[in-house]
């Protein structure tokens, strides 16, 4: 019983990070496909980071550990500025004459790079269940699982928020993903 809790709650922490993507990213328009590819983004990057860390920590973590915490904060960095230069963009306006925009969910490539740079504590928290040498396959299954459910949520949050915030909203978000950034370089 204490295994099972265990595994419940570690994925529903490390959720959290794919709910907040989530909330960013949900201020364009987007379609239940786009959500759903985000949430098998977010829970896939999940998973795969548990994974891999979980190898790391059993083999070779020492030779990357100087550096994970740059890489994660240049992937939620580079994310965040591109979000705030779209709301600055978005509270100025497009003028009264030019034809509107239509504006479109973020790239594939966008949510599969914010999927991956919000699940390296995922990553860590492999890398110390590698160490303990602890059963994977569940932890895999709730981190991966509890991130697809929260990326969904805060999709869909964010839709009723943004409808009325638009692109306050996305500089608050860019902002959020920015401290998100420099809180890696505290790792």
Request: overall charge negative.
């Amino acid at each position: 019983m204490a295994m099972f809790i265990e595994v419940l709650i570690m994925g529903l922490i490390l959720c959290a990070d794919s709910f907040s993507a989530a909330i960013a990213m949900g201020s364009r328009p987007f379609t239940r496909k786009d959500a759903i590819k985000f949430g098998l983004s977010s829970g896939g990057a999940e998973a795969i980071a548990t994974f891999v860390g979980y190898w790391a920590g059993a083999n070779v973590i020492s030779l990357i550990s100087s550096i994970d915490h740059w890489v994660a904060f240049g992937l939620l960095a580079i994310v965040a500025i591109h979000m705030a230069i779209e709301g600055i963009q978005e509270l100025r306006g497009h003028g009264g004459d030019e034809a509107e925009e239509k504006v479109e969910f973020h790239s594939f490539a966008k949510v599969l790079l914010v999927s991956f740079a919000t699940s390296l504590d995922a990553f860590g928290v492999g890398v110390s269940l590698g160490i303990a040498h602890k059963p994977i396959t569940p932890f895999i299954i709730s981190i991966g699982l509890w991130a697809f459910a929260a990326t969904i949520v805060g999709l869909y949050l964010s839709r009723k928020l943004s409808d009325k915030f638009g692109p306050i909203f996305t500089l608050i978000a860019a902002g959020v993903l920015g401290y998100m950034s420099i809180q890696m370089l505290s790792i």
